[in-house]
């Protein structure tokens, strides 16, 4: 079973600051998907960026990277010159490839603030 | 197109009742995903539907069930009402069966918040 571990709760950063979200991540398979969705308080779960396992090369969406550090098992977002529509949840998502059936295993989360 | 819609939006039910919750996938989706999100145990999967077949389940009682129509169209239905079955259940959609190696992504639904009393 796959297991992902986010351990900030909460964190705030300041309006075009840079910020980084941690994820770690337990898992015995070789190939996957890790994922970072936003949640603001619409509720809905949006897609922020997205990363195979089997690629070295980290993934990048406009203001959004990763830092995938596959031995260790860790995968950081970082969001760049933060804006005030940043302010949601963030979780970190685990899929196993193949066989992984488009089941996530989500982390618990970290609450983003942009203060002005 | 259309995302994926999720019906009813809140929902009050009375502990004891059952409920049905319904979700339309994206048009061409065939795999829907289930998920209960609540404070204290976050984001669980309850089950994934891929052409009308249940391909996983996560670890939840019976009363959690599910099912798809062959328009890929999904149902939950929950039995016997619990005050602990309060939670916002989020539906999500893929276009690829999630079996490949094919570039995945799961569109997700803005939830059935349900209030158990």
């Known amino acids: 079973a796959q297991t992902v571990t986010q351990s900030q709760p909460e964190m705030s950063v300041q309006e075009a600051e840079t910020v980084t979200l941690s994820c770690t991540y337990d898992?015995?398979?070789?190939?996957?998907?890790l994922f970072w969705y936003k949640q603001p308080p619409s509720r809905q779960m949006i897609l922020v960026i997205r990363q195979e396992a089997y690629k070295q090369q980290n993934a990048t969406e406009n203001r959004f990277s990763v830092n995938f550090q596959k031995a260790a098992k860790s995968f950081s977002l970082k969001i760049s010159d933060s804006q005030l529509g940043d302010t949601a949840m963030y979780f970190c998502?685990?899929?196993?490839?193949?066989?992984?059936?488009?089941?996530?295993?989500f982390g618990t989360g970290t609450q983003l603030k942009v203060e002005l | 197109k259309a995302g994926v819609t999720q019906t009813p939006r809140y929902l009050i039910k009375t502990r004891g009742q059952q409920v049905t919750l319904s979700c339309s996938p994206i048009s061409g989706h065939r795999s829907v995903s289930w998920y209960q999100q609540t404070p204290g145990q976050g984001l669980q999967f309850l089950f994934e539907y891929f052409s009308e077949t249940q391909r996983n389940k996560g670890n939840f009682p019976g009363r959690f069930s599910g099912r798809q129509f062959s328009n890929s169209r999904s149902e939950m239905n929950v039995s016997t009402l619990e005050l602990g079955d309060s939670a916002l259940y989020l539906c999500?959609?893929?276009?690829?069966?999630?079996?490949?190696?094919?570039?995945?992504?799961?569109?997700f639904g803005q939830g059935t918040r349900l209030t158990v009393v």
């Open positions: 898992t015995s398979e070789n190939n996957y998907y």
């Open positions: 998502a685990f899929m196993k490839l193949p066989g992984g059936g488009n089941k996530l295993t």
């Open positions: 999500a959609s893929s276009y690829h069966s999630g079996q490949g190696a094919q570039n995945t992504e799961a569109f």
